[in-house]
């Protein structure tokens, strides 16, 4: 069965710091895995990662995967209060529950 | 382009009662998706339209039927709402359907359902 488990669930953090939060899965078919921000309302698009070691930037945001250890990351660094929300990983429709970060100022 | 549109925002209802949600795209996308969301459980799906005239079951379908009315429209009916399908519904919609991974789902702003 088709899964994704993301770590921590919570994670609180001062503004500034950097964060590293995980994503590991297990699929049979690997083709891509994504990741989403959720504030208030609706996921908004991050990344999509189809290749290993290859790192996806936006910003203070990256992320990359690992196929042969079947995990992603994702990093935030000098964090902001903007950056509160909740992080979603996803095997297309298979999601993983989320990492809430908050961001103290 | 308005992107994914739901109706409503908020509903209340009793136990019992029936409701539709609607759900629309402007960006000519194939498939589309309905999701529950609840604390500490992520997204789930419910159903799924691969393309206009086709349905399927997600993870979680019980008590939810769905009409894919035509391409740019697919909506979700709770016949008889129970207190466990109080949850935040979020609709969604891709390009290429569920089994083309090299594609991102764009989300609706939700409907906050509480079933009393």
């Known amino acids: 069965e088709d899964k994704v488990v993301q770590s921590p669930l919570s994670l609180v953090v001062h503004e500034g710091d950097t964060v590293t939060l995980n994503c590991s899965y297990e699929v049979t078919n690997f083709r891509s895995l994504l990741w989403y921000k959720q504030e208030k309302k609706a996921p908004t698009f991050l990344f999509m990662l189809t290749s290993s070691g290859i790192e996806k930037k936006s910003g203070r945001l990256s992320s990359i995967l690992d196929k042969k250890e079947l995990f992603s990351i994702l990093n935030i660094t000098a964090t902001q209060t903007g950056d509160s929300a909740v992080y979603l990983c996803a095997l297309k429709i298979i999601f993983g529950k989320g990492t809430r970060l908050h961001i103290l100022p | 382009n308005a992107g994914v549109t739901q109706t409503p925002k908020f509903q209340v209802l009793k136990t019992g009662q029936s409701m539709t949600l609607q759900c629309a795209q402007d960006?000519?996308?194939?498939?589309m998706y309905w999701y529950r969301q609840d604390p500490g459980m992520g997204l789930r799906l419910i159903y799924y339209?691969?393309?206009?005239?086709?349905?399927d079951k997600g993870e979680v379908p019980n008590g939810y039927n769905v009409s894919r009315l035509n391409k740019r429209e697919f909506s979700l009916r709770l016949e008889s709402a129970a207190p466990s399908q109080t949850s935040v519904y979020f609709c969604?919609?891709?390009?290429?359907?569920?089994?083309?991974?090299?594609?991102?789902?764009?989300f609706g702003p939700g409907t906050r359902l509480t079933v009393l």
């Open positions: 339209s691969a393309s206009e005239g086709t349905t």
């Open positions: 969604a919609s891709t390009r290429q359907g569920p089994g083309d991974w090299t594609d991102t789902q764009y």
């Open positions: 960006m000519n996308h194939n498939s």
